[in-house]
DNA sequence: CACATATAGTACCGTGTCGCACCAAATGGA
DNA sequence: TCCATTTGGTGCGACACGGTACTATATGTG
């Protein structure tokens, strides 16, 4: 186990994890009842990059499978979170728009998390966070184009 | 948004969100058909701490709800990957104690893993992992204590 | 234009996740 | 000892995930 071993993937991997599971937990108990993670990650999407992405768009942004960005989006449907649309620049397919109430939710979601990564920062030295964060973006940029 | 913004947290947690998604897709590629990464995290903490452990006690070590552990060692089983016996110790609760076969799935996941660590080693820099690998397990450990 | 192929989306189904209700066994206080 | 409370485990139901198969539309090649 010398220096350049890379299963120092294995225990890093092991903490990211953990660390996804309890963040899932922090962010969900701030969203609506039987709204969990993925359905904010879309409305997220939807603000962050503008509205009017179509289906597929947004499963490959995620890496998902197309069934399951429909299920999301259908859920987000039913909770009238988003509306959708056909695309008149492709028969084929759909776009997808924020409700108000979407926008609604979102909103109030991150302004919940705030006073939580407060009380968080008052316990852990955010600067720690700042220095891992590029080497985090390139790891996750790394993994992305080596995914084949 | 100065150096103390405790947003970055939700940036970190964003990464992390992804480098998991796509982390557990390497890992379940080496997994054998039907088997996912839960199903191998138990065998891995069966193999590393010992088996003849209670559902419970991995319940709380992975901070699931009891019944999807019950759920996933009534697939391992099904499998025949593990065997479960009634704890001699109290009768309320079982004890899940490897097979051979889990024995080796678990081997055979990790010396396939061993390749695709390596490969992944030449194009990323592993000293950056070393060097964020302790700031993550106190992340890590943070989350977990100020979990409520 | 005709037609083979590629692409967007969905229906269906097996499986995973997890809350609730329940049972059985253990525990602890009177 | 008796009994209230706690704890380990499971059945069930609602919903999430994702593979296969299918339809409809678009695209590219002759």
Redesign the interface.
């Known amino acids: 186990m010398h220096?350049?071993?890379?299963?120092?993937?294995?225990?890093?991997?092991k903490?990211?994890?953990?660390?996804?599971?309890?963040?899932?937990?922090?962010?969900e108990a701030r969203l609506p009842d039987g709204l969990i993670?993925p359905h904010f990650?879309v409305l997220n999407h939807l603000t962050v990059r503008g509205d009017g992405r179509t289906p597929m768009e947004m499963a490959r942004a995620f890496?998902l499978p197309k069934t399951s960005m429909t299920h999301t989006i259908k859920a987000l449907e039913r909770h009238m979170l988003v509306a959708v649309r056909a695309n008149p620049e492709d028969g084929r397919s759909k776009c997808v728009w924020l409700t108000q109430a979407g926008r609604d939710v979102r909103a109030q979601a991150?302004a919940g998390?705030?006073p939580d990564?407060?009380?968080?920062?008052q316990?852990?030295d955010?600067?720690?966070?700042?220095?891992?964060?590029p080497?985090?973006?390139?790891?996750?940029q790394?993994?992305?184009a080596?995914?084949d």
């Open positions: 220096d350049r071993d890379p299963a120092v993937f294995f225990d890093v991997f903490e990211i994890g953990i660390i996804e599971q309890l963040s899932r937990a922090i962010l993670a990650a890496q991150i998390l705030g990564f407060a009380a968080l920062a316990g852990f955010v600067e720690q966070l700042r220095a891992i964060l080497v985090l973006t390139d790891l996750r790394f993994l992305d080596a995914r």
